[in-house]
């Protein structure tokens, strides 16, 4: 077949509709690429929304990728926020896009969505940009130039339109066959289902329906879903809950040793021995040069030796870095810092020392790394390691050197005018550094010969031994707080600057640059994970606050796992630690991330308050998602909630018997949400049988997996054994949607396609003489009661992956009179 997904080419369109223009700034100047002219844009007359340009293409086109071009300088109208549309009519356009661009000169280039959700080509012809926001807040909108990228080939088209137009027909089969299910039209849905030959979903959903919905058999549907959850139909819905953050203080025996109050100390984990390492810091007197090790499985410390200069071992230090060496058992430490009147020609040298954690030996295997073509000695740097190719990268980070005047050390420190470290990598088996890319500020860096990288401090480095990638984002340079996201491949030397998908340029959606930031990865799971804290800038600890963020390197996407306010109590540093719930905002603390055991350790720091006063509390963070068993509870919940609201209505002794036996079992008593929850359910018994019940809960049910729930000796005469119990944690799982939304938009729809079919049901049934009131309520009780189940079902449903199950949306979605 002609044409591909690689034969991309230039794309011509015209302006098709736009919402204004202002002056001379007409939507047409787009078309042209003119950086130097400032006139050769299209400007809204307002940023009142909505404002926007709809492109159309000559023929509909596969489009993969838009380009914005710019004006040669930074300019307020630049669009910081934006969002696209794209479809084959005006009237009905997906979103395809949303970002922001940098306030800047360079060109961008973005991926547009061009694929369905089920994989398929999506040809388009109409482009909509839509404007949200501009760099400057009360400024209008501007765009300079636009060039759309993708492939037209006619052929090609035509085929991907024939497959497009096939998904959309099946997809409105499958709509009516939904809509005739849910009113009851058995004929029509089976006639449907011959004539096209069309799947409304897979067979298992079929089974749970008619086994729930037309038997209300809540049993064997219990049966089926946990059959569902075993073989692990519900872990997509799992694995994309958020987390959430369990932090508990690390309390070790009374009289065991234990490391003292510090910051600008170093934590590192030995991932097979689960062994936490601790060296040096400031105490708030003086600089250490103790050695401490942690088991983590047996929740001990051990101080290994407390001065390690007496043992040919690096001098007391802070600020310094280290890396550990699984394949051979040894920790990696370079980098410290010096006070501007300390520095002198004889002690600015940057040392490097190894240590071997089996013979308990220290070595030095350089005086002075800037010597033999490593980096020169610096402070708040970052230091990755390669165990496969035994290779070190050490990146960013302030040098250091000597005092030679007063008025040096001026200039330096108020001006800001620092000079900062490059990328560098040292081989291990040959003992070479290798300087990969200068700082942006190198002499050398203006040659085009020469790599160089924008360095800084404060920032996070991690390494990904899978992708073999360098990650580099946020810290600061000077007065400059960057939020800029880096990409180092180690193999191609390649560096790129990575834009996450949900960011644009809403800073909330992103770790605030300026705070100090502690980062860790999770390589398996493709995980990065980042707590920031207090900032060390005296002006911008206002927001005294703790949060912890999560990038999704498969999404390339963030997201806060949590948030917390520490402006009351800001002085929870100085109480019993037992009674702070997380550790208080510091910065110069250290975090390490255990694999193994998926969970954090947090030590020590500085809570800003005092200029000598340090911590040393030691934290574990826990991060845990739903687990089958929650969601196995939740079901039951629904389920069982279900069936006692319909027994309700017509046995309430049976009822009771239900409510204090199978729910009671999978209510956390404890809980006050759910012991509401519960207490509603009871409240059922005193109301009349024209009453629905509005139970439903605002989130999944907060499941608890370890909570000892009280016996009950009255026994329902169906009733079976639970779920098994363990020790975990309660936890709580995020609904698939808001539930009070959900039901409001379930009943809406099914009520108002319903409420046409009980019109016709009631119309025939006063029309024919053989139908009494009562046989027309118990018809209408009955539908009613499907209705129910059939919303019980949908809820079912969004647990489920989408390829098994019938359509989210409803025909009333759209019908509109």
């Known amino acids: 077949m002609a044409g591909g997904i690689t034969d991309i080419k230039k794309l011509e369109y015209e302006i098709y509709k736009y919402s204004s223009y202002s002056s001379s700034y007409l939507p047409e100047n787009i078309r042209e690429d003119n950086p130097t002219n400032q006139t050769s844009r299209w400007s809204s007359n307002t940023n009142s929304p909505p404002q926007f340009l709809v492109l159309k293409l000559e023929r509909p086109a596969i489009v993969t990728k838009i380009k914005f071009g710019k004006y040669e300088k930074t300019h307020v109208c630049n669009l910081r926020k934006f969002k696209i549309l794209g479809g084959l009519e005006e009237e009905r356009m997906l979103l395809l896009f949303e970002g922001g661009l940098k306030n800047d000169s360079i060109p961008e280039t973005f991926n547009l969505k061009h694929r369905t959700n089920s994989g398929e080509l999506l040809p388009i012809k109409f482009i909509q940009i839509v404007p949200l926001l501009s760099w400057g807040p009360s400024f209008n909108f501007c765009i300079w130039y636009i060039e ?12 991907n339109l024939r497959k497009y137009n096939m998904l959309r027909e099946v997809e409105i089969v499958r709509l009516f066959m939904k809509h005739c299910r849910q009113q009851g039209y058995v004929k029509a849905f089976s006639a449907l289902q011959e004539e096209t030959g069309v799947r409304l979903e897979d067979e298992k959903m079929t089974e749970l329906h008619e086994i729930l919905v037309n038997n209300g058999d809540f049993k064997k549907t219990e049966e089926i879903l946990v059959d569902f959850i075993n073989s692990g139909l519900m872990d997509d819905y799992l694995s994309r809950q958020e987390y959430k953050p369990h932090w508990s203080l690390q309390m070790t025996p009374e009289h065991d040793a234990r490391p003292g109050r510090r910051g600008g100390h170093q934590l590192i984990i030995d991932p097979l021995t689960s062994t936490i390492y601790l060296y040096g810091g400031w105490d708030g007197s003086e600089d250490l040069s103790d050695l401490w090790s942690y088991d983590v499985k047996n929740n001990r410390w051990a101080l290994i030796h407390e001065k390690s200069e007496l043992l040919e071992g690096p001098t007391p230090r ?6 550990y060496d699984t394949k051979n058992s040894q920790i990696f430490m370079i980098g410290r810092y010096l006070d501007s009147a300390s520095r002198t020609e004889d002690n600015i040298n940057s040392d490097f020392y190894l240590y071997n954690t089996i013979s308990k030996t220290w070595f030095l295997i350089s005086n002075d790394t800037a010597q ?24 960013g980070g302030r040098i250091l050197e000597p005092k030679f005047s007063f008025s040096f050390r001026n200039e330096e420190e108020t001006t800001g005018d620092y000079k900062y470290s490059g990328l560098f990598s040292y081989h291990i088996s040959t003992n070479t550094w290798n300087h990969l890319l200068v700082d942006c500020g190198h002499p050398t860096a203006a040659s085009p010969h020469v790599q160089s990288i924008k360095s800084r401090v404060t920032h996070s480095m991690l390494f990904h031994h899978k992708h073999r990638k360098l990650y580099i984002f946020g810290g600061q340079r000077g007065k400059d707080y960057m939020t800029d996201f880096l990409i180092y491949d180690v193999d191609s030397t390649e560096l790129t600057n990575m834009t996450p998908e949900n960011v644009g340029t809403d800073s909330k959606n992103v770790p605030q640059s300026g705070f100090t930031q502690r980062a860790t990865i999770d390589c398996e799971k493709d995980e990065i994970y980042v707590l920031t804290s207090l900032s060390k800038e005296k002006e911008r600890r206002d927001l005294n606050i703790n949060s912890f963020w999560l990038f999704s390197l498969a999404k390339k996407e963030w997201c806060c796992v949590y948030k917390s306010d520490h402006s009351i109590g800001e002085n929870c540093y100085l109480k019993n630690q037992n009674a702070c719930a997380e550790p208080c905002p510091r910065y110069a603390h250290q975090i390490v991330y255990d694999a193994t055991n998926q969970v954090h350790f947090l030590f020590g720091g500085n809570p800003g308050m005092n200029s000598h006063f340090r911590l040393d509390d030691f934290w574990m963070l826990r991060l845990e998602k739903p687990t089958r068993d929650n969601i196995l509870r939740y079901c039951k919940y629904l389920l069982r909630k279900q069936e006692y609201e319909e027994i309700a209505k017509t046995n309430p002794l049976s009822a009771i018997s239900y409510l204090q036996t199978k729910l009671y079992d999978i209510i956390d008593h404890n809980d006050p949400a759910q012991l509401k929850e519960f207490h509603k359910l009871a409240s059922l018994l005193f109301k009349s049988d024209n009453t629905d019940c509005e139970t439903e809960p605002t989130s999944l049910l907060a499941c608890s997996l370890g909570g000892s729930l009280k016996p009950n000796t009255q026994k329902h005469p169906n009733e079976h054994d639970g779920p098994h119990e363990d020790n975990a944690k309660m936890m709580r799982v995020e609904s698939p949607k808001n539930a009070d939304d959900a039901d409001a938009s379930s009943i809406s729809s099914l009520s108002s396609e319903c409420s046409s079919s009980q019109t016709a049901r009631a119309t025939a049934s006063s029309s024919s003489s053989s139908f009494s009131s009562r046989t027309r309520k118990a018809s209408d009780q009955l539908f009613e009661l499907k209705i129910r189940r059939c919303l019980l079902y949908n809820k079912l449903v969004d647990l489920l992956p989408e390829s098994l199950c019938q359509p989210k949306k409803n025909i009333s979605d759209f019908v509109l009179l």
């Open 148 to 159: 759309l990228l993708g492939i037209e080939d006619s052929i090609f088209i035509l085929s």
């Open 318 to 323: 802070a600020c310094h870095k280290m890396v």
């Open 372 to 395: 033999v073509g490593g980096p020169q000695l610096v402070y708040d740097h970052q230091m990755c390691i390669d165990v496969d190719k035994q290779t070190i990268y050490v990146f």
